[in-house]
């Protein structure tokens, strides 16, 4: 039961982290659940990655059980990626907050809904 901790702590951060990002309207709380889910990703894919007694991938003899270093390569790239997309989107969050003076996804929305009709009504 020890040895599926992280599948447990993966599906309980992806769970969080997906909750988080459906059901809050602040677009702050939104990017965090994202980093969470990410985070989540992450684990999934390092936690098979780690064998018991393995080694480095170097032919030697005596060595039967190599660890295999392309999840750890794969995530180090995810992660670099996770917090490029982290940036732009808090990048976006300013501007948003610059144009709506707020950052609440209800209140951005009946802005825009309020200005589309009256785009609509104008001759």
């Known amino acids: ?5 992280s599948y447990f702590a993966t599906v309980f951060l992806m769970v ?3 909750y988080i990002l459906i059901a809050r ?7 965090v659940g994202l980093s969470i889910f990410q985070t989540s990703v992450y ?3 390092i936690a098979p990655g780690k064998l018991i007694g393995g080694t480095a991938p170097i032919v030697a003899e005596g060595f039967k059980v190599y660890s295999n270093p392309l999840p750890h390569v794969l995530i180090l790239t995810a992660i670099v990626v996770g917090v490029a997309t982290l940036a732009l989107g808090l990048a976006l969050v300013v501007r948003i907050r610059e144009s709506y003076s ?3 996804e209800d209140e951005i929305l009946a802005q825009d809904a309020t200005a589309a009709g009256d785009a609509e009504r104008r001759p």
């Open 43 to 45: 684990l999934l894919y």
């Open 25 to 31: 309207g602040n677009l702050i709380k939104k990017l």
């Open 1 to 5: 039961m020890a040895g599926y901790f």
């Open 102 to 104: 707020t950052i609440e």
């Open 16 to 18: 969080a982290g997906l």
